[in-house]
């Protein structure tokens, strides 16, 4: 690793410490669930105004991400295309009043803490240091705080990002979890609701008609026995049931939210066509299925993109050597990147935080971490500077 963008980061690492932990509890307070991030989106486009962005390199986008444009230095090396740092404001939870925050003195706790606004306050500062040193890059850069990564946000803000910029990404990195993670494939899934419907009627009077309730259970039961595709790890889940009106009410609607995964889009495949088998044999004469796909996304492509492997082996160094990571876990998981992996395009998501219970209201970071995890955005980054 080089030496001077070793002291560079961890100098502004130390420096930017109390900062950055005052911008994360600013930050965390701001409700962000999947699709409504605009609260945030204009927290960031106003601080990075703030911090010296010209009016012209800050835009928030129809799809609510906020894009940080680095221009490429005079003496760039490539300028047939874009580099992408990212990390997402939204969290998992509903909230839209401010989210509550507690603090001991090594840990702050609050809904999305780790996952994933201490990760994104990182970005922010790694690009207010590019911005403000005006550091020379070998081909431009943008660095997003991007939308809808969590639950049925269907990775909508990524998606949007690589639609404007159709074939002009070259490597993407996005900044996920916890420091030692360091995912490198993608686990695609579909996501799909699943709404029974049935004549209904009286417990007692219309006793035997068909129970919606008890027909999606019956689908449910039929759904976990399934055959699942050996060629990669695949899992099925029932994330939520809703249905009936009373306790002395035959259900005439019941509804369930089902989703599929796996890292090859074949036993994705391979598990839509038994899906819709299992549909199709759930169907009676005064039952009807109907099913709604409400999220879709691809897992990693056939090939490894030239570059990825060289990608990975960077960062590993560095989150040696800055992050203090003896452990490096070669995952797969389903992230930003899984955009780019289906497109042949380099890719990784990197946790550069400490902490734990993720998607619980009860989650926390170490505060000392960012110390560390600040380090290892910022000498990423400047993989791309030129002397």
């Known amino acids: 690793m080089n030496e001077?963008?070793?002291?560079?980061?961890?100098?502004?690492?130390?420096?930017c410490y109390e900062e950055e932990l005052e911008l994360l509890r600013t930050l965390a307070r701001i409700p962000a669930p999947s699709g409504h991030e605009e609260r945030r989106a204009e927290f960031?486009?106003?601080?990075?105004?703030?911090?010296?962005?010209?009016?012209?390199?800050?835009?928030?986008?129809?799809?609510?991400?906020?894009?940080?444009?680095?221009?490429?230095?005079?003496?760039?090396?490539?300028?047939?295309?874009?580099?992408?740092?990212?990390?997402?404001?939204?969290?998992?939870?509903?909230?839209?009043?401010?989210?509550?925050?507690?603090?001991?003195?090594?840990?702050?706790?609050?809904?999305?803490?780790?996952?994933?606004?201490?990760?994104?306050?990182?970005?922010?500062?790694?690009?207010?240091?590019?911005?403000?040193?005006?550091?020379?890059?070998?081909?431009?850069?943008?660095?997003?705080?991007?939308?809808?990564?969590?639950?049925?946000?269907?990775?909508?803000?990524?998606?949007?990002?690589?639609?404007?910029y159709a074939g002009r990404v070259k490597e993407f990195t996005s900044f996920d979890l916890y420091l030692g993670m360091h995912v490198v494939s993608a686990v695609g899934s579909h996501r799909w609701k699943v709404t029974c419907h049935t004549q209904g009627g009286h417990s007692w009077e219309d006793f035997g008609r068909d129970n919606a309730i008890e027909a999606l259970c019956s689908f449910i039961e039929d759904l976990y026995a399934l055959d699942l595709p050996k060629e990669a790890k695949t899992t099925i889940n029932v994330g939520?049931?809703?249905?009936?009106?009373?306790?002395?009410?035959?259900?005439?609607?019941?509804?369930?939210?089902?989703?599929?995964?796996?890292?090859?889009?074949?036993?994705?495949?391979?598990?839509?066509?038994?899906?819709?088998?299992?549909?199709?044999?759930?169907?009676k004469e005064k039952t009807r299925i109907d099913v709604r796909?409400?999220?879709?996304?691809?897992?990693?492509?056939?090939?490894?993109?030239?570059?990825?492997?060289?990608?990975?082996?960077?960062?590993?160094?560095?989150l040696r050597e800055l992050g203090g990571v003896e452990r490096i876990m070669h995952q797969e998981s389903s992230t930003d990147a899984n955009i780019p992996f289906s497109l042949g395009i380099p890719a990784h998501t990197v946790g550069a935080v400490e902490g734990d219970l993720l998607h619980t209201r009860e989650e926390w970071i170490e505060k000392a971490s960012l110390r560390r995890g600040l380090a290892v955005i910022l000498a990423l980054m400047l993989e791309h500077a030129r002397p």
């Not at 444009?69 to 740092?85: K, M, N």
């Not at 939870?93 to 706790?109: G, M, N, Q, T, W």
């Not at 495949?269 to 169907?283: A, I, N, T």
Request: net charge negative; glycine share 8%.
């Open 293 to 318: 796909l409400i999220g879709r996304r691809p897992a990693s492509g056939e090939r490894v993109p030239e570059g990825q492997a060289g990608l990975i082996a960077r960062t590993d160094e560095i």
């Open 4 to 15: 001077r963008v070793r002291e560079i980061a961890t100098t502004y690492a130390d420096e």
């Open 44 to 164: 960031i486009r106003d601080w990075w105004l703030s911090q010296g962005a010209p009016v012209g390199a800050v835009r928030v986008d129809d799809a609510k991400n906020v894009i940080l444009s680095l221009p490429a230095g005079p003496h760039a090396e490539h300028d047939d295309g874009i580099v992408v740092f990212a990390a997402h404001t939204d969290v998992v939870f509903p909230d839209i009043d401010p989210l509550p925050l507690a603090e001991s003195e090594e840990r702050l706790l609050a809904p999305g803490v780790g996952d994933d606004t201490a990760n994104l306050v990182g970005v922010m500062l790694a690009g207010r240091y590019l911005l403000r040193h005006h550091v020379p890059l070998d081909r431009p850069m943008l660095v997003v705080a991007n939308s809808c990564e969590e639950g049925l946000g269907n990775l909508a803000g990524t998606r949007e990002l690589f639609a404007h």
């Open 240 to 283: 939520r049931f809703v249905g009936g009106t009373t306790v002395n009410s035959i259900a005439e609607e019941a509804s369930v939210l089902v989703e599929y995964r796996s890292a090859s889009e074949e036993c994705l495949e391979q598990m839509y066509g038994k899906f819709v088998v299992l549909v199709e044999e759930h169907l």
